[in-house]
């Protein structure tokens, strides 16, 4: 079972335009209460480690618990739904403060209040 936060590697397919695509770590940013009842469908944020400093991305450093090679970057401005037949393995979990992190970015850019 997934859980929020996680780490997964995942073939986002071949993309269009600015897209990430191609096989990618992702973090699973769908709610604990949501994947708790095991959706065909989870949230993921694409993960870089080309560190650009948009303010769309945030950084994560790269550790045992992530399962992260490098610093990284996850690209918020491109959070999607994917088929949970798409993760090929969970990584690891970004924890607690870096999940905080991106949620609060994916607010700023849907427009939402958390």
Do not use: K, W
């Amino acid at each position: 079972m997934l859980t929020s936060g996680d780490v997964v590697e995942l073939d986002l397919g071949v993309p269009a335009g600015r897209e990430a695509g191609f096989r990618h770590p992702a973090v699973v940013v769908t709610a604990q209460r949501v994947l708790d009842a095991e959706p065909s469908v989870v949230q993921v944020v694409p993960l870089t480690s080309t560190l650009r400093g948009f303010a769309s991305e945030v950084e994560i450093d790269a550790d045992p618990a992530n399962g992260l090679e490098y610093m990284s970057a996850a690209q918020c401005q491109h959070i999607r739904g994917v088929a949970v037949g798409r993760v090929e393995h969970r990584r690891g979990n970004v924890g607690a403060a870096a999940l905080v992190q991106v949620r609060e970015v994916l607010g700023l850019i849907l427009d939402v209040s958390g």
